[in-house]
């Protein structure tokens, strides 16, 4: 029986150690003595930021770095951008700075694929780089039309720049103008068409393959599901049938996704951006799509679906061929 408590106690000592090992080497501060940079790119694993943290002597180890995030649940919120760390961070400070975007360097500026124009604009503003008077809204593809001639293919020439503002990373020092912000959204979208050997035209103008693009950067995610449903909407358009996508009244109601919530009154809003009540593509792009909703509008995958869905559930795409099939799919799934 004393041996039994013996060994109970030496365990209770061995965790005592243990739990004050552990909040020891999460806060002993790392040997970094100024300031330190780093950045995070979109998509980074967890394994390559954690052993570049270690190559840069901010973080001890990968393995308590990794084993932390999961621990605190927070191995799914770290945030793309740039940082500038304090002297001396732990391993505690070090994850609470990556996962607050509050902490991304005002020189960072990131466009996620679906932002809209308006998402960018007040984005711009919420970090100072553009001031709150700023418009995004007031430039016309009038305004740079003879600089990215490609890129413009078949756009209304009074129409905004929604559909045009390439997501990704970008460095905005101060002092830049908003026109100059505008330019190196738009060179770096005309540059990463050249760099995949994108031809944005083909039997439809390159505006009318970006709108279609905005459409499934909203409305399905995945390669193939995307090709799929353009394959889907581009047949409808043919058909002179209504698109019928949901995104688009969204954008109707808002020009936002943020807490967007269709009620049945939604869908019968008078809008050209209703592809319930009105034929044809919206007349603007809806987001700024990815290059891989680019791609999937420019090659479309062969099918002989008519219809689809969304599960609520499990997020997945439900196709139909019929609408008959559609209505019992909307029925089970909706």
């Not at 007349?283 to 008519?306: F, H, Q, R, V």
Request: neutral net charge; glycine residues 4%; hydrophobic residues 35%.
């Amino acid at each position: 029986m004393k041996q039994q408590s013996f060994i109970q106690i030496i365990i209770f000592l061995l965790s005592i150690l243990i739990v004050f090992g552990f909040y020891f080497a999460i806060s002993i501060p790392s040997p970094v003595i100024i300031s330190q940079s780093f950045s995070i790119a979109k998509g980074e694993p967890i394994n390559s930021i954690g052993s570049r943290l270690k190559q840069e002597n901010l973080i001890y180890s990968e393995w308590l770095f990794r084993f932390y995030l999961k621990l605190i649940g927070k191995a799914k919120s770290i945030k793309a951008g740039y940082y500038i760390f304090p002297p001396r961070p732990s391993l505690v400070e070090v994850i609470n700075f990556i996962t607050d975007s509050k902490n991304i360097h005002d020189g960072i500026f990131l466009v996620k694929e679906g932002d809209t124009l308006k998402d960018i604009e007040r984005n711009l503003q919420n970090r100072n780089i553009i001031n709150q008077n700023d418009s995004l809204e007031s430039y016309l593809i009038a305004d740079f039309i003879n600089e990215y001639p490609l890129l413009f293919d078949g756009a209304p020439l009074n129409n905004n720049l929604e559909g045009y503002l390439f997501p990704d990373s970008y460095h905005f020092p101060p002092g830049l103008t908003t026109k100059e912000i505008i330019n190196a959204f738009l060179s770096n979208f005309n540059n990463k068409i050249k760099e995949n050997d994108i031809n944005l035209t083909n039997k439809y103008s390159a505006y009318e393959n970006i709108i279609m693009a905005s459409i499934l950067e909203k409305e399905v995610t995945g390669d193939t599901d995307k090709r799929l449903v353009a394959d889907i909407l581009w047949r409808r358009l043919e058909k002179r049938m209504p698109l019928e996508v949901d995104a688009s009244i969204c954008y109707a109601l808002t020009k936002s996704f943020n807490d967007c919530k269709l009620s049945k009154d939604a869908f019968k809003i008078d809008s050209p951006y209703n592809t319930y009540l009105y034929q044809g593509l919206p007349k603007t792009p809806i987001s700024n799509p990815g290059l891989e909703s680019l791609k999937a509008a420019l090659n479309p995958l062969p099918n002989d679906y008519w219809y689809y869905l969304t599960d609520r559930k499990t997020g997945k795409t439900i196709y139909s061929k019929t609408y008959e099939e559609h209505l019992k799919m909307r029925q089970k799934y909706l």
